[in-house]
């Protein structure tokens, strides 16, 4: 015979069993270990290494026909862009997809690659060593240090079919017409314009041939821009005569960038925090 304690413990032995078959069944006990099987990790390696390189493919075409960061290296564009040698120089944004549609207008700050009389005198910034130069040129593309190119930042100032030149009465005017700079800064450049215009010598006229920019740097006293690579007739001594003294009279293609060497369009400092914005492209030939 058997008691009502008996039935019981019979009934939740019962139930004991059944909770263990179901855990059993289901396969996911409380405490059972994760998968950690050899299938298992190199799945999640594969998916990682997919990601990785579509990221890097997505990054190389994003720097490549998008945009791109670059250094900026001397300080001829300061204020707008800040950088000298040894320094933290700016970071900009470059806009590569815009002159794809149209050309660069008056105003805007380009990014170009020098025509081949401006290479004259360059020379590498890379290391001889190989494993460092690798490592350079790995920094330089996604805009830590420079560009090995003569890869240079400047302000177009007229373009082609326009007719620039700088005299100390009139200063720099674009078909007649003086410019409005409100970029430039007589402290950066430690000269009045209101006292020497032309912030260098007077030059021009110069007619800029078609599909061509002439280009200046906003520190006007401290940039190698259009006017130190114009042509210039000199006398057998390679001197301008003395009673001309203006530049830029000669060959209007010599100092004037081609178009297609224009890689693209400044549009903002990435790089440093502080002085994170837009770069300003303000048109000097308006009024304002």
């Not at 059993?24 to 990682?48: L, V, W, Y």
Request: one cysteine or more; proline letters at 9%; a negative charge.
């Amino acid at each position: 015979m058997t008691g009502p304690t008996d039935s019981a413990d019979a009934r939740s032995e019962e139930r004991s069993e059944s909770d263990s078959d179901v855990d059993s069944d289901s396969g996911q006990p409380s405490d059972a270990p994760e998968d950690e099987s050899p299938k298992g990790k190199h799945s999640t390696a594969r998916e990682i290494a997919i990601l990785a390189t579509i990221a890097l493919v997505l990054y190389y075409v994003t720097l490549t026909f998008i945009a791109r960061p670059y250094l900026i290296p001397s300080e001829s564009m300061e204020p707008t862009l800040h950088g000298c040698a040894g320094c933290v120089g700016d970071r900009i944004m470059v806009d590569k997809v815009t002159y794809r549609f149209s050309k660069p207008e008056p105003g805007d700050v380009v990014v170009f690659k020098g025509p081949p009389s401006w290479n004259i005198g360059y020379k590498s910034i890379r290391s001889d060593n190989t494993a460092i130069r690798w490592v350079q040129n790995a920094l330089s593309f996604v805009g830590f240090v420079p560009p090995d190119e003569n890869d240079l930042v400047k302000r177009v100032i007229a373009v082609g079919g326009q007719t620039v030149q700088c005299r100390a009465d009139t200063g720099l005017t674009v078909d007649g017409k003086r410019l409005n700079e409100p970029y430039l800064d007589p402290a950066t450049m430690m000269v009045d314009p209101n006292l020497y215009p032309c912030l260098g010598n007077q030059f021009g006229p110069v007619t800029v041939p078609p599909d061509r920019l002439w280009v200046m740097g906003d520190n006007r006293t401290h940039s190698a821009d259009s006017r130190a690579h114009c042509d210039s007739p000199r006398t057998d001594a390679g001197e301008i005569p003395v009673q001309e003294r203006v530049m830029c009279t000669g060959d209007p293609a010599v100092g004037t960038v081609p178009v297609e060497n224009v890689i693209g369009k400044a549009r903002f400092i990435a790089w440093p925090p502080s002085r994170w914005g837009g770069i300003n492209g303000v048109n000097p030939q308006t009024d304002s």
